[in-house]
């Protein structure tokens, strides 16, 4: 198995925070992730390829390629007292059980060096239908940091947190990290813009830093575009064209 992690620079950061936000349920990791990124104009020291991503690449306009991909980023946006914050943002997580596990081993280990021992993940909770507020459950690495997250506002979940979501929170608790998963209500089949926007808004609670939100549907439909990119989802066009070629055997 192969994780090959490619390092421009290692900041040095002031009590750093893990933000976990890579595709899942709803595409709610992924649209905060990029967000916040763009938010606090977050620079990209890592970039990790593992042969457990998806065995293709996807071309350019202009004849280039891009491959599945995560990254990591750090945005110094704590001042002098607050927290940090490392981003792990990408297209992909990895197909297979020692994937997943050698992938968040990887990036805790970054993470530890560079002092950081608090870990947040955001993921979707499937339901059937969209809320203008959704709930949010959390489940957390200690009964101290649960409580926090309880404060925020969330409720517990029980059951399984599968993928990254769950499993970076798991790895965490082993590794004596802490860190809390963050799980919103979404119908989970579009990238869910307003479940990201109040993960973000109780992240905010926790973090004590002002997210401006105002241009997160930006960052929706850029992660939109990504996914139709990779053929994840389908955009509308390709949708109309489907569905009037199937018109045609009735004309």
């Not at 241009?215 to 509308?236: P, Q, T, V």
Request: net charge negative; hydrophobic share 40%; charged share 20%.
């Amino acid at each position: 198995m192969v994780c090959s992690i490619d390092i421009s620079e290692k900041p040095k950061l002031n009590n750093p925070i893990l933000i976990e936000g890579l595709p899942g349920i709803g595409f709610v990791a992924n649209i905060a992730a990029l967000h916040l990124i763009n938010e606090h104009k977050a620079v990209k020291f890592a970039q990790i390829f593992s042969s457990s991503f998806q065995d293709f690449a996807i071309t350019t306009p202009d004849g280039g390629t891009r491959s599945p991909i995560n990254e990591l980023y750090y945005a110094k946006c704590g001042g002098d007292t607050g927290p940090d914050l490392i981003i792990w943002y990408g297209n992909t997580q990895a197909l297979t059980t020692i994937g997943q596990y050698e992938l968040v081993g990887k990036v805790l280990d970054i993470c530890a060096e560079l002092g950081c021992k608090f870990v947040v993940s955001i993921g979707g909770f499937k339901k059937d239908e969209a809320h203008p507020v959704p709930q949010i459950y959390s489940t957390a690495t200690d009964l101290e940091t649960m409580q926090a997250t309880l404060d925020l506002g969330t409720k517990v979940m029980v059951g399984h947190v599968f993928g990254i979501a769950g499993l970076s929170i798991g790895l965490a608790r082993i590794r004596d990290f802490k860190g809390f998963s963050l799980l919103v209500d979404t119908p989970g089949m579009d990238p869910d813009v307003n479940a990201a926007r109040y993960a973000l808004i109780t992240l905010n609670k926790y973090l004590g830093l002002t997210i401006d939100l105002s241009e997160i549907d930006a960052s929706g439909a850029k992660i939109k575009e990504m996914l139709e990119s990779f053929g994840i989802i389908r955009s509308m066009t390709e949708e109309k064209k489907k569905e009037e070629q199937q018109l045609r055997w009735f004309i």
